[in-house]
């Protein structure tokens, strides 16, 4: 695990790089690499780690290039992303309860679960748009809808909604300041800049639960 996330971290550091490279090299077929990156990055709690903003605006940046189309890279995004959140709802909907019965599990971290259970409980509903902004919590949030037993019509919805902003959202942004000269020279820069950027939410709910159970037990 330690190994496939090291490769994430590389990767999502040097997508400017990646995403040419693989393009040249796999024509047409760079869709369905970008589709299975997405759709395990949002449809399975064990493969958080996988670069999902950083990939979104490095894709949109790609394409002002030339390289990809981004009318295409943004419908198949965005299915990749609803399909990625219809399959974890399934699981955690089928096999969620008996997966995190045990505290301690290789494969899934239980903290993880208890704050998408609890960001779950202060967003209801609006969790599954939301969450699509917050890496980790966006892994997770699914799962706990299908573990709630949430109506599926109901996050379905959501779900197509939330997919749509942050495919769309992300990808454009790539699109239109991925290539402003500033931003290309210092790409690695501003990627790591989305990632710390999209983790802070997930990091100041962290340290509010812990300093709030610091403060119970003084």
């Known amino acids: 695990m330690s190994e496939w996330l090291q490769k994430a971290i590389e990767y999502g550091l040097h997508l400017d790089k990646v995403l040419p490279q693989l393009t040249s090299t796999y024509g047409a077929w760079i869709y369905a690499i970008l589709f ?69 599990s290789r494969l899934f971290n239980p903290r993880h679960l208890d704050e998408a259970q609890r960001f779950y409980e202060k967003y209801g ?18 799962f706990v809808a299908g573990i709630g037993r949430m109506g599926y019509r109901r996050f379905a919805i959501y779900n197509v909604l939330g997919g749509a902003l942050w495919v769309t959202g992300l990808t454009m942004l790539g699109y239109w300041f991925g290539n402003v000269p500033i931003v290309k020279k210092n790409f690695t820069a501003v990627i790591l800049a989305i990632i710390v950027i999209s983790v802070m939410p997930a990091v100041i709910e962290v340290l509010r639960n812990w300093r709030g159970r610091s403060r119970e037990k003084a």
Not at 125 to 142: E, G, L, Q, S, Y
Request: net charge positive.
């Open 36 to 104: 299975v990156v997405i759709f395990c990055e949002t449809g399975f709690v064990i493969t958080p780690f996988l670069p999902g903003d950083s990939l979104l605006f490095a894709a949109g940046a790609i394409a002002a290039i030339g390289s990809l189309n981004p009318c295409i890279i943004i419908l198949v995004l965005w299915a990749a992303a609803v399909a990625g959140d219809a399959a974890n709802y399934s699981i955690g909907h089928y096999v969620g309860p008996r997966v995190f019965s045990k505290k301690q």
């Open 125 to 142: 509903a609006k969790a599954i748009v939301i969450a699509r902004f917050v890496p980790i919590i966006r892994t997770f949030v699914p």
